[in-house]
């Protein structure tokens, strides 16, 4: 199977040709999670589908990364969808803690990936509604994570990739109840700490919300300095990360400062960048109105029939073994379905009826593989699935220890149910290449 996983490998590592700098900017939109009426062809390969019609297009929301025009575009209160950077949190003061931040094998925070912003209409507790993913960077992680998923009905699994769902009535402590306007009037109500002035020693900056740690600026700070006690962490690790950076420096400044006082605190954001993915903002698209026809060359057809002639024995005899293949064919329609978008990096269908896009026969979950809601323990369904060209995006290399993988499948609750916690946590399936593939 090195073919094949060369050929995967390839969607991240190719560099993306004609970017458009002048691109309309749009204001963030939700995605459909309400219409629960898209076709379930969003699905991927099936092995019974033998009959499948490979033309027929699939009601499926793509998205696309672009830098945001102002970084306001992505500030909570807008309810973006975004990839790197820091969270938007929905809730900015109930934030997720203990384990359920760390990696569950190197005990390391983990870094935010991307969120998504996905109301659901006909459920009133679900007005506003986004789901946070995060990643331990490493890949020696992800490799024990996908080997631990299968048995997460067997006890409480490890997991490096974890999933957050947010969600809030229209009536709530921190957003209007009138959608926002996008004409830079917008602001979030006053909840939770009261808004401060936080001295950066060169600059002013303003939040509201749970304080977050000053390193990495996603997890809630709950560990303080010991010398200036003002600056807060998530962990250990970042506590020294920062002070190593320049807190050394920086802390007996604020010592030692007149204007040092319980109401000035040093800054949150000064470090993160370095910590962080690069931050962009998710643009939406519908999979059925991009032209297929640019992609007939790359078709998966092409893979297999010769576009002129009969094939001749050689050829033939290779078609036969790449249909017996289970794996090849269920390359050729990924292959196929990615090149309508070739730089998508999310795929997104809530429909119940609806499967994920997959990159290979091996490493799919079956039905009893996939658990039951942790909360209301009702049934799980797919919602939506990163794609491996968004780690180019984030800068990563053909490294050792840099994360690869086919694809990373979220699974959420189907009634998106309301157990009065701020963020539960739902199901990832991760699939790697086929020789990175094995079920216990």
Known sequence: MEPNADKLRGLRITSLDDEDDDETELPNQPL?????????????????????????????????????????????HLFPSKAGGIPAWLDPVNLPSGNSRCCGFCGEPLHFVLQIYAPIESNAAAFHRTLFMFMCPSMACLHRDQHEQWTRNQGNPRRSVRVFRCQLPRTNAF??????????????????????????????????????CH?????KGDKICGSCKKSRYCSEKHQALHWRSGHKIDCLQIINSS?????????????????????????????????????????????VIQKHGKPDDTMQSWMDQFEADADNRCWAYFQERITRGPKQV????????????????????????????????????????????????????????????????????????????????????VQLYPTSITRP
């Not at 699905?43 to 929301?61: C, I, L, P």
Request: aromatic share 10%; with cysteine.
């Open 32 to 76: 459909p999670a309400s219409t629960m009426d898209v076709a379930a062809a969003a699905s991927g390969y099936d092995d019974d589908d033998e009959d499948e019609d490979e033309d027929e297009e699939a009601e499926v929301m793509l998205g696309f990364l672009e830098k945001p025009k102002h970084p306001g575009l992505l500030l909570r």
């Open 175 to 212: 957003y209007s109840s009138e959608p926002p306007s996008h004409n830079n009037s917008d602001k979030p109500l006053c909840a939770g700490e009261k808004l401060r002035t936080v001295n950066v020693l060169t600059a002013e900056t303003k939040f509201d919300g749970a304080a977050l």
């Open 215 to 219: 390193w990495c600026g996603t997890w």
């Open 259 to 303: 204007e040092a006082s319980s109401s000035v605190l040093p800054a949150v954001g000064k470090v993160p960048a370095r910590s962080s993915w690069p931050e962009y903002q998710i643009a939406i698209d519908d999979e059925v109105d991009l032209d297929s026809d640019s992609c007939d060359e790359n078709s998966s057809k092409s893979l």
């Open 346 to 429: 999310l795929r997104y269908c809530r429909d119940p009826n609806a499967k994920p896009l997959w990159a290979l026969s091996a490493g799919r979950p079956s039905n009893a593989d996939i658990p039951k809601c942790s909360y209301c323990k009702g049934p799980l369904c797919y919602e939506f699935q990163i794609m491996p060209q968004l780690l180019y995006y984030f800068g990563v290399r053909n490294e050792p220890d840099s994360l690869d993988w086919a694809t990373v499948v979220v699974y959420t609750c189907q009634g998106s149910c309301d157990e009065s916690i701020s963020y539960m946590e739902e199901f990832a399936w």
